[in-house]
């Protein structure tokens, strides 16, 4: 892999001149004198970028190159353009954005963080039929022009002036009269070192929406209904009079008026707009932005051209993972739950695992990710994509060991933070279990010792981790103190720790760390008791000791029975926040209470999985009250509609209500131990596991259930009498009343 081809090759990192207005075009004409065999252009850009050769588009890819800490690295994509060249006259071109790299990005409307133009450049290589070679780069030989693309900036939207389009722009033989020099990054604006292959998964269009309805809440506004919060863009089809701008506006609900709510967007404006030229019908979408909506608000129709439902598609942009789990059962609202954890983790898989897509954020927050992974694990293949997202974790890593809050790094957030810092080690080791790949471990072995050497270094103490700390975000008025989901922590990320070193035959560390693990445990058990009794009585506090097995023997049954007084003095209802709601469920059903667990997931009052359901949800809101039918929207301050990290409570519907768990790594084998309740008449899951499919469907019957489990791989299914060993196949048992444990 080269560290860096545009060097190797001679490139220059080129973009349009100082006065440019718009996202330029660049082109470069060229001669091919021979057949060409074989070709491949390899494209970058300190922004975002859209190549073109002999007037064709090359490639599908959305935002390319992707999303880095552009300080560190940047990546390339290659593609085959072997049958795209022609002998004569050849045209290499792109058009050019500021995406995060120039553009507005995080909070506050911060733009630029990493430069304040963006830059292109790219190398086409070609073999001829005759065994020769030849290399065309970037450099002063290309020039530019204005594009119709007025402004393209991922918080605040498109703008596009059909009018201002050059014919033939991408093509050989145009008149360059009007086209100008490129300008060259000098020695004051320094690219980074690192220029090597894309090592994620391409974001791409991977589904279109059509609008459910249309409305008219005031003269002139319509605002389409497209019946789910998705992420991507607009394809807007209209035909109108020249000159005629069509604004369009994005959000994920709608005010008591009909017209689209945006102020939880915050300075993030999601507005794009398109000038149309007149010649008929007119299709487009934008390039270099996208939004997070489920409404859309067009204004500037003629009065004598109303819309249809078709003059707006809805474009799904995603990083192209490959889809694995399927959940399904007798009540239509936890399936629709189902989907809106599905929807919310389309959302923001996009390049980085994001905490939302819509608003003035967008960022790839550690603790969400972490929280998320294993749910996400389940629902895609997400390996390529964590071993893009883990290289921007390493490289926003301090130098004293403390990952950030978020990856790629924006300089204004914290270090170290419990449970957000701890990504760094929970994602390698959920993403080497559940893909029995240990390159996770090997390739993040050193940073994740650094991060273990700077949360038990003498003196700090978590000090950075409680003065900064995130808490258990958004709980119900039940704070667990940040040093004690510190402490948590620190004891799980040593027992993770621990494995992975026995794992690569380390055996010096796997003896270092199960010490450190011992001392961990007993600092969160000195924090947790006092005496005989919790001195710490939250969900989450029991959640971390439980799911991380911090206590064992009397503590363990202290912290059980103090679990389910929590949850009777709370009505049944969580008050977890962002740490402990994860957690909760699968707590209940490693103490024997998956009753519980199955009646916080059927709950539908506030707080709950099921209040958002009634609410209208089609995705995971940030909090369980973003909106309600009594009080309207919730703090437009923090007020995410798509927003995963409640959304893990997937992991436990597939491990524990369908249960499907695997029993070694990469599910090489696997554990089928469901929770029969008649609370759902049926539960059909399945998961594309990289060691084949397994599928469990299991129903109620006048005098018990049926289960129906087919694996490609050997089982072990536990059913609440015995236990049975099965090879790979389709398998059928019975389950009477009689066998099952009451509750």
């Not at 490959?322 to 389309?346: A, P, Q, Y």
């Not at 981790?465 to 004891?491: E, F, M, Q, V």
């Not at 409640?646 to 554990?671: D, H, Q």
Request: net charge negative.
């Amino acid at each position: 892999m080269n560290s860096n081809i545009l060097k190797e090759c001679n490139a220059e990192w080129i973009r349009g001149g100082w006065a440019t207005r718009t996202c330029p075009m660049l082109r470069r004409d060229f001669c091919v004198d021979k057949d060409v065999v074989s070709a491949t252009l390899h494209v970058t850009a300190l922004g975002v970028c859209e190549p073109w050769l002999n007037g064709k588009k090359i490639g599908d890819v959305k935002l390319l190159p992707g999303y880095t800490d552009y300080h560190k690295r940047v990546y390339y994509h290659s593609f085959d353009v072997s049958d795209v060249l022609t002998v004569g006259a050849n045209t290499v071109s792109a058009l050019l954005g500021q995406g995060w790299f120039a553009g507005h990005w995080g909070f506050n409307h911060q733009k630029g963080y990493w430069g304040r133009d963006a830059w292109f450049a790219c190398v086409l290589e070609m073999e001829k039929e005759d065994g020769s070679r030849e290399r065309l780069v970037t450099d002063s030989s290309w020039v530019w022009k204005d594009s119709p693309l007025l402004k393209a900036d991922l918080l605040e939207g498109e703008t596009y002036d059909a009018r201002e389009e050059t014919p033939g722009w991408s093509e050989p033989g145009i008149d360059l009269s009007e086209w100008q020099d490129v300008v060259l990054i000098n020695r004051m604006e320094t690219p980074p070192d690192i220029v090597e292959p894309h090592p994620g998964v391409p974001v791409r269009e991977i589904e279109t929406l059509s609008a459910r309805s249309v409305s008219e809440p005031k003269p002139g506004t319509y605002v389409f209904d497209m019946g789910q919060n998705m992420v991507g863009v607009v394809r807007l089809k209209v035909n109108v009079p020249a000159g005629t701008e069509i604004v369009i506006k994005h959000g994920e609900m709608r005010n008591a008026d009909g017209t689209v709510y945006r102020e939880n967007l915050r300075t993030a404006d999601c507005i794009d707009r398109f000038i149309a030229k007149g010649t008929g019908e007119e299709i487009w979408e934008p390039r270099f932005t996208f939004h997070g909506f489920q409404f859309v608000e067009i204004e500037g129709l003629p009065a004598d051209c109303p819309p249809s439902l078709d003059t707006v598609t809805g474009v799904v942009w995603m990083s192209d993972l490959k889809e694995t789990g399927t959940f399904e059962c007798s009540d239509e609202r936890v399936n629709r739950l189902f989907e809106n954890i599905r929807w919310s983790f389309r959302g923001n898989y996009l390049e980085v695992p994001t905490d939302c897509p819509q608003r003035d954020e967008r960022l790839g927050w550690t603790g969400d990710a972490q929280m998320f992974v294993k749910s996400a694990t389940y629902l895609g293949d997400i390996r390529k994509f964590f071993k893009k997202w883990l290289v921007d974790l390493n490289d926003s890593q301090r130098e004293d060991g403390a990952y950030p809050e978020v990856a790629p790094y924006m300089g204004m957030f914290n270090f170290g933070v419990a449970a957000w810092g701890d990504a760094g080690i929970v994602c390698p080791y959920t993403l080497w279990k559940q893909y029995d790949d240990l390159s996770f471990v090997r390739d993040n072995w050193s940073e994740m010792k650094m991060y273990m050497e700077y949360i038990v270094s003498e003196g700090n103490n978590h000090n950075d981790r409680i003065k900064y700390s995130c808490g258990d975000w958004l709980h119900i008025n039940s704070p667990t103190p940040d040093r004690l989901i510190g402490l948590a922590y620190r004891a799980f990320d040593a027992r993770m720790m621990s494995e992975m070193a026995d794992a690569l035959g380390l055996e010096g560390d796997v003896a270092h760390f199960e010490e450190e693990l011992q001392r961990s445990r007993s600092l969160f058990q000195e924090e947790l008791f006092d005496g005989d009794r919790m001195a710490i009585r939250t969900q989450t506090a029991c959640a971390l000791a439980v799911t991380m097995d911090l206590v064992e023997g009397e503590e363990l049954a202290l912290v059980s029975n103090t679990l389910v007084e929590l949850l009777e003095e709370s009505k049944g209802y969580l008050t977890c926040g962002f740490v402990g709601t994860g957690l909760l469920c699968p707590a209940l059903s490693r103490i024997g209470r998956g009753d519980l667990a199955v009646q916080l997931l059927l709950n539908d009052k506030y707080p709950s999985w099921l209040y958002e359901v009634d609410n209208g949800a089609t995705t995971i809101w940030e909090r369980w009250n973003s909106w309600t039918k009594e009080d309207g929207f919730g703090d437009i301050g923090m007020n995410s509609f798509n927003h995963y990290a409640f959304g893990a409570v997937y992991e436990w519907m597939m491990e524990s209500l369908a249960g499907i768990r695997p029993s070694s790594n990469g599910f090489k084998t696997v554990t089928v131990e469901p929770i029969f309740t008649g609370k759902f008449d049926f539960v059909r899951a399945s998961y594309d596991s990289i060691s084949g499919k397994i599928s469990v469907a299991w129903e109620k019957t006048d005098d018990g259930f049926t289960l129906k489990v087919e694996t490609a791989v050997p089982a072990e299914i536990r059913l609440p009498d015995r236990m049975e060993n099965v090879d790979a196949g389709l398998h059928e048992f019975r389950v009477s009343s009689e066998q099952l444990m009451p509750a």
